[in-house]
C-alpha cells in the first residue's frame, strides 16, 4: 500500500515567510493549488474527495466467496448458511493543496486556511519543509505545539528540527474509527529551537466511516451463525503482514468474534452469534484490516438480516489439515493427511454424504469423488498449486454449497548456497581465512525461478606457478564456462580475454578480461552447476579451472544467487602444494546480465538457517530469509582447523542435507626474513634481479617489493607482488633510469596478514650507449588483411648488451618491447592488419639499462583492395596430370599443374611457389603450368593488378609430387 503524503516547504521572499504546501495524490488524480502572494485572499480551495477504503466485488479488485455458498431465496425458501468469506484489499486515494503565507515582521499568519480532509481509517503523512530562500547559511527550526497534535498523530523525528536553510519534518497520522472531527495544529518556525519566529495553522477535517454492506446473510433466530472471515492482499502478497479485527460498537449483542491476530499474506477469524427471537431485524457489522493491530485500518461491513426460518438448512461440511502445514494448511506436503466432517443441523435428516474432486495447474480437474477416508494430495516434483472442492449431502436431499481452498504443495527441500567473503584461500583440505574472512550463507526454498540466460564478465584467470628460485604466472586467455542443469543437460560457451590495457596496482601482471552470454533454452534449470575450465595450448585440451573450494573446478547456483551474489562480483582462489611448487589459481566473476522465469508457484519459505561448529550445537542466524554472513574469527576464537555445517529448513520443517566446511582462522602474519642483493650501492643494468631469503606461511607466502628513490620510501617508483618466489625481476616495461634506489620486501600470506619491512638495500643504475640502428624489417612484402605475417630485425649494441626490440606496424599498433636477445640475435614478431592499405613497418632497439636506438628504415607493407579473385585450380582434390579426379579436403597434385585465376577488369597476374615470383602473365587467360621438380608441401600465391591499379591475392597450400 502506498502513503498518502503532503509537502508542506517554506522560504522567506520580500520580507515575507512562505509556506507551500504541496500534495501528491497516489491515487488516479492529482490537484495542485498555485501559492498566493502575501496578501492575498487566497482564492477558493479546491477538495477532491478522500476514498476510503471500499470492498469491491469485481474481478479485477477484490473477490469473495462463500464455502457454503451464496444466499439462497428462492421461492420464500429461507436456509441458515454457514459462510466463508474472503475479502482482499484494495484502497484509492484523493488529496487536497493549499498554501500560506506568514508575515515575519508581524509575527502573525496573513493567509490561513490550509485545510485538508482525511478520512477514519486512511493513512495520511504531511512532509513539513521550510527553508530560506535566498539561502542564508543561517539555521531555520521547525516544531509543532503538542497540545494541537490529535491522538495518534506522531512527528517524525520527535520534538524540535533544525537545519541549516531547510529542515524537514514529517506528520503522520492514520485517524481510528471514532476520531471524525475537525483538528487545528499549530507548527512554529524559528532560528533556534521554541524560540516562535513565527507560526502558521492547518486544518484537518476528518470525515467519519460510512459503512456500505459488501454481502448480506439471511439468518434464522435461535440458530447459530458462524462466519469465517478471510482478508488478504489484492494482487496476494504473501511475505506482507495482514491483520483482521472488528469496529466493536458494531458487534451485536450476544455475538463474538476472534481478538485481532496477524498473518502473512492472509489472515482468518470467525464471528459467531446465536441471535434470540427478539433479534428479529437488521444489522450492519464492520469488520477492519491492515498492517498492524489497530493501524492503518481498511473497514469493510456487511447485513444481516435475522428472521423466524423454516428447517431448510443444508449440512456442513469441515476440512481438518494435518500436519505439516503452513499458514493454516495453505502449504503442504504430498503426506499431509486431509480430513472432511460433515454435521447436520439439529433436528435435521442427518447427513448422507460428501463428495470432493482436487484440481492440479499440472493435469486440470478430477472427477467428483465420494469421500471415505483422509486423503493426501498427489507428490509432484517442484511446487504445484491445487484447488480442493467438497459438499455435503443430508438425507432431506438438501445440498451444501461447495467449498473452494487453495494450497500448494511443497516438497522440495530447501538450499544454501555457501560462498566465501573477504581474505580467503582454499586447499584440497580446508579453507583458510584471514582476519576480515566471512562465510555467506544464500538460504533458498525452490520455487522453481529456472535460469533462462546469464551474461558474465570474465577477469582475470590465471594460474601461478612459483617456489623460492622460481615462478611463472600462466594467464589462461580462452576460458568455458559450462551449465549443467538437474537432468545432465550441458549449455557451454567459449570467453576469449583479451588484455584491457591496464596493468594492476601491484603491476604483478596485465589483466585480461571477457564477456561470454549463455543462453540456457530448453536446458534452463532452478538449479545449475557452473564449471570453469581453461584451454591448455601446450597439450591442445580442455583442462578443468579448480578454483572453487576443495579443488573443485564447480559450484552450484540457483536465481537467488545469482542476483543477491554473482551481480556484485566474486573473487576465487585456490592454492596447492604440488612437490616443489606451490600453485594459485584465480578467476574474478560477475554476472552483468541474467533472466529467470517469474516464480509460478512460490514454496513455503525459508524458517530457519542455522549452523554448528565441530558438530555441536546447532545455531540459529537472525533473518533465515536474509544472506547471512557469518564473520568467522569471531566464531572461531584459535588458529585450529574447525568444521562448520549448516543447513536450512522450510517452514514445513523439511530440512536440507547437512553441508559444510573444514575452515582455519589464520592471523598470524608471516616473518619476513633478510635481502640478499643488490646491495651497498651495487650497480646494476635498468632491470635488475631482487632476491632475500624464503619466507613461509601455513596459508601461502607472497612479498610485497618497494623500490624508491630515497631511503625513507617517500618516493616510490616501483611496487609490486609476487607469489612464492624469493625474488623478482623488473620486466622490461618497468625499467628504472639510471641514478640510485633504495629498495626492501615485506612478506606477506593469501589472507592479508602483513610481516614486517625488511632492512633496507641500495643500487645504482649505470649508464650506457645506446644499441646501433636496427636493420630495415625483412618479410613479406603484400598480405591479407586478418592474416599474421612475420618479420624480423637485427642489430648490436656497443657494449654487447642486451636488447629489446619493439616493432611498429604503420596502423598505430606496436609490438611492445620483446625480448632479450643477445647483442647481433635475429628478433621476429607477427602482425594483422584489419584494413587494406599500405603500411611503414619499422623497428628500434633498446638495450638493458633503458637506453634505445633511432628507427629503422621502414619497409613498406601492401595489404590490397580485394576485388574478389580466387585460385580456380586446383582447389580441394586430387590433381593427376592436371585432371582433377576426386574431391578432398586438402590439395594434392601428381604430375605438372596449370594454375588458373578469373576476374573482370584484370590487368596482369604474378605467380608465387613459396613465395619466389615466377611468372607474370598480362592477358587472358590468366594462367600458367608449374612444370618443375617438386615433392612435399608448397604455397602458391597468385597477386592479381587490376586496371585501376587495385590489388588482390589469393593463396593456397598443396601437396606436389613432380618429377
Not at 12 to 17: A, D, E, G, R, Y
Not at 160 to 176: F, H, K, N, Q, R
Not at 513 to 535: H, P, R
Not at 948 to 960: C, R, S, T, V, Y
Amino acid at each position: 500500500m502506498q502513503n498518502f503524503c503532503t509537502t508542506l516547504k517554506k522560504f522567506i521572499k520580500n520580507n515575507t515567510l512562505i509556506i507551500v504546501i504541496h500534495c501528491q495524490c497516489n491515487g488516479p488524480g492529482e490537484m495542485i493549488k498555485e501559492p498566493h502572494p502575501a496578501g492575498s485572499k487566497g482564492g477558493k480551495m479546491k477538495r477532491a474527495l478522500a476514498i476510503g477504503i471500499i470492498l469491491l466485488f469485481i474481478a479485477s479488485s477484490i473477490s469473495i466467496s462463500n464455502e457454503a455458498g451464496q444466499e439462497k431465496i428462492k421461492n420464500g425458501d429461507r436456509r441458515k448458511i454457514y459462510q466463508w468469506m474472503e475479502a482482499g484489499i484494495k484502497a484509492d486515494y484523493a488529496t487536497d493543496m493549499s498554501n500560506v503565507s506568514i508575515d515575519s515582521t508581524a509575527f502573525a499568519t496573513i493567509v490561513d486556511g490550509q485545510v485538508f480532509h482525511i478520512y477514519e481509517g486512511l493513512p495520511w503523512c504531511l512532509y513539513v519543509t521550510a527553508y530560506w530562500d535566498p539561502p542564508q547559511g543561517q539555521p531555520i527550526c521547525i516544531w509543532v505545539d503538542l497540545n494541537t497534535l490529535p491522538e495518534g498523530a506522531r512527528i517524525i523525528p520527535e520534538g524540535c528540527s533544525c537545519g541549516i536553510d531547510s529542515v524537514t519534518i514529517t506528520l503522520e497520522w492514520t485517524p481510528a474509527i471514532g476520531q471524525a472531527g475537525t483538528y487545528v495544529i499549530r507548527f512554529y518556525v524559528g532560528y533556534e529551537c521554541y524560540q516562535a519566529y513565527s507560526y502558521f495553522d492547518i486544518t484537518v477535517i476528518v470525515e467519519p466511516y460510512v459503512p456500505t454492506p459488501t454481502e448480506t446473510f439471511r439468518i434464522c433466530a435461535e440458530e447459530e451463525f458462524v462466519l469465517n472471515v478471510t482478508a488478504y492482499w489484492e494482487p496476494p502478497q504473501p511475505e506482507k503482514l495482514i491483520c483482521l479485527w472488528i469496529y466493536e460498537p458494531s458487534l451485536p449483542e450476544g455475538a463474538t468474534f476472534d481478538e485481532c491476530h496477524c498473518d502473512y499474506g492472509s489472515v482468518t477469524s470467525t464471528l459467531r452469534w446465536t441471535p434470540s427471537s427478539d433479534q428479529v431485524g437488521e444489522y450492519i457489522i464492520t469488520f477492519l484490516a491492515g498492517e498492524d493491530c489497530g493501524y492503518y485500518t481498511f473497514p469493510f461491513s456487511i447485513k444481516i438480516i435475522v428472521e423466524i426460518c423454516e428447517d431448510n438448512i443444508p449440512p456442513t461440511t469441515t476440512k481438518i489439515i494435518g500436519e505439516p502445514k503452513y499458514q493454516e494448511g495453505f502449504f503442504v506436503n504430498s503426506s499431509t493427511p486431509f480430513t472432511l466432517v460433515a454435521q447436520d443441523n439439529e433436528g435435521g435428516s442427518g447427513v448422507k454424504a460428501i463428495y470432493y474432486r482436487i484440481w492440479s495447474e499440472r493435469t486440470g480437474w478430477t472427477e467428483w469423488k465420494k469421500y471415505t477416508d483422509s486423503f493426501t494430495l498427489p507428490e509432484t516434483s517442484g511446487n504445484c498449486k491445487y484447488y480442493i472442492e467438497y459438499y455435503a449431502v443430508d438425507n432431506a436431499g438438501n445440498e451444501e454449497e461447495i467449498h473452494n481452498q487453495t494450497h500448494v504443495v511443497d516438497n522440495e527441500r530447501p538450499y544454501t548456497t555457501a560462498t566465501f567473503e573477504g581474505s580467503y584461500v582454499s586447499t584440497s583440505d580446508h579453507v583458510i581465512v584471514g582476519k576480515n574472512g566471512k562465510l555467506e550463507l544464500c538460504g533458498a526454498d525452490p520455487c522453481c525461478e529456472k535460469i533462462k540466460m546469464v551474461k558474465f564478465k570474465v577477469l582475470n584467470p590465471l594460474t601461478f606457478i612459483g617456489k623460492g628460485d622460481y615462478c611463472k604466472f600462466i594467464d589462461h586467455t580462452t576460458v568455458k564456462l559450462r551449465f549443467t542443469n538437474t537432468k545432465g543437460q550441458q549449455v557451454e560457451k567459449i570467453c576469449k580475454l583479451k588484455p584491457d590495457g591496464w596493468v594492476d596496482p601491484w603491476h604483478t601482471t596485465r589483466h585480461y578480461i571477457g564477456e561470454v552470454t549463455i543462453d540456457l533454452g530448453d536446458a534452463a534449470d532452478c538449479k545449475l552447476t557452473l564449471s570453469i575450465w581453461y584451454y591448455d595450448f601446450d597439450t591442445s585440451e580442455w583442462r578443468p579451472l579448480p578454483v572453487f573450494p576443495g579443488g573443485k573446478n564447480e559450484i552450484t547456483i540457483t536465481c537467488k544467487w545469482i542476483r543477491e551474489v554473482g551481480t556484485k562480483g566474486k573473487a576465487f582462489c585456490y592454492t596447492e602444494r604440488t612437490e616443489p611448487f606451490n600453485l594459485l589459481h584465480l578467476i574474478v566473476l560477475k554476472v552483468l546480465e541474467f533472466e529467470c522465469t517469474s516464480c509460478k508457484t512460490s514454496g513455503s519459505g525459508i524458517d530457519k538457517e542455522q549452523y554448528r561448529i565441530d558438530e555441536g550445537t546447532w545455531i540459529d542466524l537472525i533473518d533465515p530469509e536474509e544472506i547471512a554472513l557469518l564473520n568467522l574469527p569471531d566464531i572461531l576464537k584459535d588458529n585450529r582447523i574447525h568444521k562448520i555445517d549448516f543447513r536450512a529448513t522450510d517452514n514445513l520443517q523439511q530440512d536440507e542435507c547437512v553441508k559444510g566446511f573444514r575452515i582455519q582462522v589464520d592471523t598470524t602474519p608471516p616473518e619476513t626474513q633478510p635481502i640478499e642483493s643488490p646491495s651497498n650501492d651495487e650497480e646494476t643494468n635498468a632491470i635488475p634481479r631482487f632476491e632475500w631469503q624464503n619466507s613461509t606461511d601455513p596459508a601461502g607466502i607472497a612479498y610485497i617489493l618497494e623500490i624508491a628513490k630515497d631511503p625513507d620510501f617517500n618516493n616510490v617508483v616501483f611496487e609490486t607482488k609476487t607469489y612464492f618466489a624469493s625474488f623478482y625481476e623488473l620486466s622490461i616495461d618497468h625499467r628504472l633510469p639510471q641514478g640510485k634506489y633504495y629498495w626492501r620486501i615485506k612478506a606477506v600470506d593469501l589472507v592479508d596478514n602483513e610481516g614486517e619491512w625488511s632492512d633496507t638495500g641500495s643500487f645504482i643504475v649505470g649508464e650506457s650507449n645506446p644499441p646501433y640502428k636496427p636493420s630495415r624489417p625483412n618479410g613479406p612484402p603484400v598480405g591479407k588483411t586478418g592474416k599474421n605475417y612475420t618479420y624480423t630485425a637485427s642489430t648490436t649494441d656497443p657494449e654487447g648488451d642486451k636488447i629489446y626490440y619493439n616493432f611498429s606496424w604503420g596502423d598505430g599498433n606496436y609490438s611492445g618491447w620483446i625480448g632479450p636477445y643477445a647483442s647481433g640475435d635475429t628478433a621476429s614478431a607477427s602482425h594483422n592488419w584489419s584494413k587494406r592499405g599500405i603500411y611503414q613497418v619499422k623497428v628500434k632497439a633498446m638495450d638493458e639499462y633503458g637506453y634505445e636506438s633511432e628507427w629503422s628504415d621502414p619497409l613498406p607493407i601492401v595489404v590490397p583492395y580485394s576485388f574478389n579473385i580466387s585460385i580456380e585450380c586446383p582447389r580441394n582434390g586430387l590433381y593427376v596430370f592436371g585432371k582433377k579426379l576426386v574431391p578432398l579436403r586438402h590439395t594434392i597434385v601428381i604430375g605438372p599443374l596449370k594454375i588458373g585465376v578469373s576476374g573482370n577488369g584484370l590487368d596482369k597476374a604474378e605467380f608465387y611457389i613459396d613465395g619466389k615470383l615466377k611468372y607474370v602473365a598480362h592477358e587472358p587467360p590468366f594462367t600458367w603450368i608449374w612444370n618443375e621438380f617438386a615433392f612435399g608441401r608448397h604455397e602458391i600465391k597468385v597477386i592479381v593488378y587490376d586496371c585501376a591499379g587495385n590489388i588482390a591475392m589469393d593463396e593456397q597450400k598443396i601437396w606436389m609430387l613432380n618429377i
